[in-house]
């Protein structure tokens, strides 16, 4: 037994190892070192998931580069699409290169067909210096706006290939800091039987920009730290503190008014000998009538259970992740953020079974369920569940296509082992610590052995008028930062401002708390007990408003096309959306919960 608890702990650390950068260079070269320039993908500008590697377009390759060395590279890097191959350019650090022919061609028709579909939809390449990305053009249609001097030689509609790179490098000490790529200097037409030379130089400058500095110029300040988000944050803040203060002012007013009135009604009570109990409650009104079901299991409870345990983890997994990045900079190597959220992913089943495993145990106190294993299961396999549907349709087009960002298959199996390996243990020992650490009391009121009826609401006190609501506000803080998380994600921007993202996080729970459990009352006092689904779908119904500015994103704020990356794009923001409306839904519940359990509290339970 030991020697297969000794090869399972290797097997999670050596997979947990895979799960951090590829990348252990120091960064470091010495003059005259050769300085890799690696080859990453390629595609239509418009669409970023829509990329095939660098060699599937007709490009020569440099002699003795026939079978390109390939890079290797993280999990992170992988889930990003990144598939990285020599170029074959020589550099050598500090020393310039002079205009340098790197391989010759002639072109077929087939190859002048392909060349000019690529043109055509704006393809562009990424490469990589030093975990430096740069970025270029592979050609481009003639415009009456291009240069005179070109246009001389090639009429408006004239499709060209950039046939030459530029490379300016400047470095500090030890250090590359910058790599500039100028491609537009060489035209060639496109044509069949007509012969391209590719080529680069290199051209090296000293500077005193300092290594830590080096990634600054990817991020956009101007666009990320513009005055909007500034006063969206602020905006978001003013209304946390005016809901703050109108949820107090209403329901401690309301409540306290509640609490003085049934203790008027429990004095009249004790002059009142006769009266039947029927009497007695109709002497009460509202929430407290709802003692002795308000804390009924709900319905579908090992559902609800997983539900509950999920955005506990998806809490923990993105509080944890935004500190991290705050702290690291995780956007500097290339997969950072992928790679250590799958990590955190896997430590936070602790939370999953540790929350499920209390919420589920708290019905049956003090007895113990005999069907706690099915709902450990179920709640720490849910969401890898759903993803890896989702996922594996995804992939399954991805690979029909052929593009980059088809998982491989032993990518797949090494995120299962690291799942079963690691998270399944860690969600065990979560839900034994939930049953016997955190639910050791019951709740406030026992429940009534049948369930009383549910009377008829008003239209605005209906349970979907309720869940409708509830999510506007919530939406309303947060609309303005999905907007910058989108546009990275999709816009090929390097989202760095964590601190936005965490102090709008924080918003977004304090004022889910704060309407969840106003519509927590209202439904209670409409004496409808049935509050644990409307909680959780109230607040998650933030998660739908989303989705639909994500199409409204797609349709105006993009220039997306194509069945593939059409499918990349609502399967994946579909995902988004679902693990959202869990994660705002526990918050939701958990927050009604508390809420529930205080009232009932103080009150005399019959």
């Not at 490469?127 to 003639?142: A, F, Q």
């Not at 990817?218 to 503190?241: A, C, K, P, R, T």
């Not at 409540?255 to 009604?265: G, I, Q, S, T």
Request: hydrophobic fraction near 45%; charged fraction near 15%; aromatic fraction near 16%.
């Amino acid at each position: 037994m030991g020697k297969w608890t000794r090869v399972v702990a290797l097997a999670a650390a050596s997979l947990l190892a895979s799960l951090s950068s590829a990348d252990v260079e120091t960064h470091e070269y010495t003059p005259g070192e050769e300085v890799v320039v690696w080859v990453n993908k390629i595609g239509p500008f418009n669409n970023p998931q829509e990329t095939y590697t660098y060699n599937t377009l007709p490009f020569c390759r440099a002699p003795g580069a026939e079978q390109p060395e390939a890079h290797a590279l993280g999990i992170g890097e992988i889930l990003e699409g990144n598939e990285l191959f020599n170029s074959g350019q020589r550099l050598r650090f500090g020393v310039d290169t002079p205009k340098t022919t790197l391989c010759s061609q002639t072109l077929s028709d087939a190859d002048a067909l392909q060349f000019g579909a690529a043109v055509d939809e704006h393809y562009w390449y990424q490469m990589s210096v030093d975990d430096l990305p740069v970025w270029g053009l592979v050609g481009k249609v003639m415009k009456p706006t291009d240069d005179v001097e070109f246009l001389q030689r090639f009429p408006v509609g004239t499709r060209v290939l950039y046939t030459h790179k530029k490379y300016s490098i400047s470095y500090n000490g030890p250090h590359i800091i910058h790599v500039n790529l100028t491609y537009s200097d060489v035209l060639t037409t496109i044509a069949s039987n007509k012969k391209l030379e590719f080529s680069y130089e290199v051209a090296w400058t000293e500077t005193d920009i300092a290594f830590e500095d080096r990634f600054d110029r990817y991020l956009e300040d101007e666009f990320f730290e513009h005055q909007i988000h500034w006063f969206s944050i602020f905006n978001s803040f003013m209304m946390v503190i005016f809901l703050c203060g109108l949820v107090a002012l209403i329901l401690l007013r309301t409540l306290k008014n509640d609490y003085a009135r049934f203790a008027e009604d429990d004095a009249e009570e004790l002059m009142m000998d006769g009266k039947s109990s029927l009497l007695k409650d109709d002497a009460n009104s509202g929430w407290k009538l709802l003692h002795g079901d308000v804390f009924r299991a709900p319905p579908y409870l090992l559902l609800f259970t997983a539900l509950v345990g999920t955005g506990a983890q998806l809490l923990v997994l993105s509080g944890c992740l935004m500190l991290i990045a705050i702290g690291s900079s995780l956007y500097v190597e290339p997969g950072g953020i992928v790679s250590v959220g799958l990590t955190v992913y896997a430590f936070s089943s602790l939370a999953n079974g540790y929350a499920s495993g209390a919420f589920y145990h708290q019905f049956f106190y003090p007895r113990v369920s005999k069907d706690w294993i099915r709902a450990m299961c179920l709640s720490s396999a849910l969401l890898p569940t759903v993803t890896f549907v989702s996922v594996f349709f995804i992939n399954a087009l991805a690979v029909f296509y052929g593009t980059t960002y088809a998982i491989p298959f032993v990518t797949i199996v090494q995120v299962v082992l690291v799942w079963f390996f690691v998270s399944c243990p860690l969600a065990v020992l979560g839900t034994i610590l939930g049953r016997h650490g955190a639910a050791k009391a019951g709740f406030p009121c026992r429940v009534n052995k049948f369930p009383r009826e549910v009377p008829e609401a008003r239209w605005y006190l209906r349970p979907p008028v309720l869940i409708a609501l509830t999510g506007v506000l919530p939406f309303g803080s947060i609309f303005i930062e999905m907007y910058f998380i989108f546009a990275s994600f999709w816009n090929y921007k390097f989202y760095y401002v964590y601190g936005f993202m965490l102090l709008v996080f924080i918003i977004l729970t304090i004022v889910t708390l704060c309407v969840t459990i106003v519509c927590t009352y209202f439904l209670l006092n409409a004496e409808n007990y049935r509050w644990h689904w409307t909680s959780f779908a109230a607040a998650g119904s933030t998660a739908v408003y989303v989705f639909i500015y994500a199409i409204y994103f797609y349709f105006f704020k993009t220039n997306m096309s194509g069945f593939l990356q059409t499918c990349f794009y609502f399967g994946y923001m579909g995902l988004f959306c679902f693990a959202f409306f869990i994660m705002c839904g526990t918050v939701g519940y958990l927050g009604s919960s508390v809420f529930t359990k205080r009232i009932y509290r103080n009150i005399k339970c019959e």
